[in-house]
């Protein structure tokens, strides 16, 4: 079992910048793929970026590629999300999510965080 708890969500301006955390524990956090998923209202859920246990691969979608940086320490067993020139359409909630491989779809990840909300004012 992983458990995974977010943070660092909050309330900010068009062209703000926020970083995202998510805290993980249980099994050995370096074996795992870590994900960064959203959720707008009335939307389904989707892919902003993946990282891989040791770093070496990081993929994203183009929406948020070259404004957002997915990053993990091993360390603190913890994943980031460094958002920058945040947009009104980045509003969502954040979640963060623990699987065997590098993936785009949800299906690929086994365990999931709370979420944590990001609010974008234009």
């Known amino acids: 079992q992983v458990q995974l708890v977010e943070s660092g969500g909050g309330l900010v301006q068009a062209g703000d910048s926020l970083r995202l955390s998510c805290a993980a524990s249980?099994?050995?956090?370096?074996?795992?793929?870590m994900g960064w998923f959203r959720q707008a209202p009335g939307k389904e859920r989707e892919f902003v970026a993946a990282?891989?246990?040791?770093?070496?691969?990081?993929v994203y979608a183009d929406s948020v590629k070259d404004r957002f940086t997915i990053s993990r320490d091993n360390a603190k067993n913890t994943v980031y999300l460094q958002m920058n020139s945040l947009k009104p359409k980045d509003t969502a909630v954040y979640y963060c999510?623990?699987?065997?491989?590098?993936?785009?779809?949800?299906?690929?990840?086994?365990?999931w965080g709370q979420g944590t909300q990001v609010t974008v004012s234009s």
């Open positions: 990282v891989s246990g040791l770093s070496v691969h990081t």
């Open positions: 249980g099994r050995t956090f370096s074996n795992y793929v």
């Open positions: 999510a623990a699987g065997p491989r590098v993936g785009r779809t949800e299906y690929e990840y086994g365990y």
